[in-house]
């Protein structure tokens, strides 16, 4: 009903379809015009009823809008409650801004705003009791049982039971105040992750990616497996976990198509709710807010997505107001009920700063994980800021699919932990394939193309610029991505940090490792690389340059002689990566000034 015009206070009492269930829209107009002005009446009339309580949609409208201006300590005034319902563009709600003029001109004083609450309060019982009654004749005539019957009425008692015991008042707002007994006899260290170990049960993390990197993928694989008991990235599998996933982004084949994919299907979705493109108000919103509760609610989800976060507000994203309404109006009350929660967004036009938007997004999270697909298939997931440091702080994944013509093979689609079975089993031709080869030839992960071509044309390894150029990329991001300062839970305790195949010796950088705990086995033959092949003159006579007898530096490819040879140098000075550096002299020799 929150899309039709609502008739002034003098005709509330005619009858009409819209008012045959119980209410007093004498009190609620009463009492909207009093809130309006006083922060200390909606206080009291806070403690008696909840938005849920107020029939009319105009004065829930603004019963929300005044409580979101109390809880950011903002001026109320009918003149400042009608600004703040222009900004969410809701004003033919309320009549243009006509009826907030009405109910703002006469109003009660703020002690008399309890006594008219308590009136909604009454008339809201009876009505719910009355929607019971109706829900009960609509199930007989649908042929309920008995005992269908009788559990309409105890959900309908257990949910009255709560409303007074936590409903509102003060035993509402003291149920947040910790016992501190308890408290500290929780063992919150011993907290059990999710499957896939990316948050804990409550927490709230934000995946940030660029368009087309494949968020969806990997969040709606991750999340189907959940709510199917599944493992995920290697992680033992786990009881099913209700879940509701809310998606704004992805058309109904591709969702089809992707969860086929992944294995589901009918009767393979286990405790996995999934709404497309639900009418829910903005997230920023305290209308949002209690919608996306009351679907979280009827799932009984444990756990909710947001795809894409962005398309789920109304204010604008560069806004900290935006986001700090999101967490009050939406998130919170998520987290208040132990419901964890899952958004994702996209990556600014400088990815180094990581989501777009205001900074204050990453202000209200657990966790904020960065996705990056680095080509061939590998994905990094990089955790970026962290509230409590539980769990590892980056993946290294490799996604696998099968085509079968135009559409993905059904149950072949998934996203698994890299490691170096990986690259033993990688296809002829591919890029994991020529990335294998590149390290069996010696060549350390910072080689450019022009080197990386030299040296396959001379193993006479014929395969296309476009992969080259992938591989390179790859084998680069592996040592920018597989440090110890960025992903130190890939270099166990008391394992030996091996250089690159060809790395310059006095350099620091590590080998690179494809997933946790997994190291790579330096080449056999590590050094200098082979040298690129020699040319053959186009003329008959026409004589090859002689490749250099000595050593070559390892950079320029030019013979190496002097000092720098002689003290066990590979690289010319002016070639040398870590300028001012050189292997340590032994302990009995004088140190010569270069």
């Not at 890299?418 to 060549?443: C, F, K, N, P």
């Not at 990329?473 to 440090?483: I, T």
Request: charged share 25%.
């Amino acid at each position: 009903m929150d899309n039709v015009r609502h008739m002034p206070r003098d005709q509330a009492d005619q009858d009409g379809p819209s008012l045959n269930s119980p209410h007093n829209a004498e009190a609620e107009n009463w009492v909207a015009g009093v809130i309006m002005h006083s922060r200390t009446a909606y206080l009291e009339c806070a403690e008696v009823i909840d938005r849920d309580d107020i029939y009319q949609p105009a004065v829930r409208l603004i019963w929300d809008v005044v409580g979101g201006m109390v809880a950011e300590d903002k001026q109320l005034h009918p003149i400042t409650v009608h600004a703040e319902i222009e900004k969410q563009k809701r004003l033919r709600e309320v009549e243009g801004g006509r009826l907030l003029e009405r109910l703002g001109a006469q109003t009660i004083s703020p002690q008399m705003a309890q006594a008219f609450a308590e009136q909604i309060a009454e008339k809201a019982t009876l009505r719910r009791h009355d929607e019971h009654a109706n829900r009960k004749k609509q199930a007989i005539l649908l042929g309920a049982t008995a005992e269908e019957l009788d559990k309409l009425d105890t959900d309908f008692r257990q949910y009255e039971d709560r409303r007074a015991t936590t409903g509102h008042g003060p035993s509402h707002l003291t149920s947040a105040l910790l016992d501190w007994d308890p408290f500290f006899a929780t063992d919150f260290g011993q907290i059990e992750l999710l499957p896939g170990k990316l948050l804990a049960p409550g927490q709230q993390i934000t995946i940030v990616g660029d368009g087309k990197a494949g968020k969806s993928l990997l969040v709606q694989e991750w999340l189907w497996r959940m709510a199917t008991g599944q493992s995920f990235l290697g992680d033992r599998p786990q009881a099913p976990i209700p879940l509701l996933y809310v998606d704004a982004e992805n058309g109904h084949q591709d969702i089809q198509e992707r969860f086929l994919s992944y294995g589901g299907g009918p009767g393979r979705m286990g405790l996995m709710s999934y709404a497309s493109f639900p009418p829910i108000r903005p997230l920023d919103t305290a209308g949002g807010g209690a919608d996306l509760l009351a679907m979280a609610m009827e799932c009984e989800a444990q756990l909710v997505c947001l795809d894409t976060v962005s398309r789920f507000i109304s204010g604008p994203e560069n806004d900290a107001d935006t986001w700090l309404s999101l967490y009050r109006h939406t998130l919170l009350p998520l987290k208040r009920a132990g419901i964890a929660s899952v958004r994702l967004d996209h990556m600014g036009k400088d990815g180094e700063r990581g989501a777009r938007g205001s900074s204050a997004k990453t202000q209200d999270v657990d966790h904020v994980w960065e996705l990056r697909a680095q080509g061939g298939g590998v994905v990094v997931l990089k955790r970026t800021h962290t509230r409590t440091g539980i769990g590892p702080d980056a993946f290294v994944l490799v996604r696998h699919s099968q085509m079968d013509g135009s559409r993905y093979r059904p149950g072949h689609t998934r996203h698994v932990l890299m490691d170096y079975d990986h690259m033993e089993q990688a296809q002829e031709g591919s890029v994991e394939w020529l990335v294998q080869q590149i390290d069996d030839l010696g060549l350390p992960n910072d080689a450019g193309n022009p080197r990386t071509i030299a040296a396959l044309a001379h193993a006479q390894i014929k395969i296309s610029k476009d992969k080259i150029a992938a591989a390179v990329r790859m084998r680069k991001n592996r040592d920018n991505l597989g440090s110890p300062d960025t992903f130190p839970e890939t270099f166990p305790e008391g394992v030996p940090r091996e250089p690159s195949p060809g790395t310059p010796a006095g350099t620091t950088k590590p080998q690179v490792n494809h997933s946790p705990g997994t190291l790579r086995e330096p080449s056999p033959t590590p050094g200098s690389p082979p040298s690129p092949p020699r040319r053959e003159g186009k003329g008959e006579g026409t004589p090859a340059p002689e490749s250099p007898d000595g050593p070559i530096c390892t950079v320029c490819e030019k013979p190496l002689t002097g000092y720098r040879l002689d003290r066990g140098y590979d690289t010319h000075l002016g070639c040398d990566p870590t300028t001012g550096s050189h292997p340590p002299a032994e302990a009995d020799e004088p140190h010569d000034a270069a």
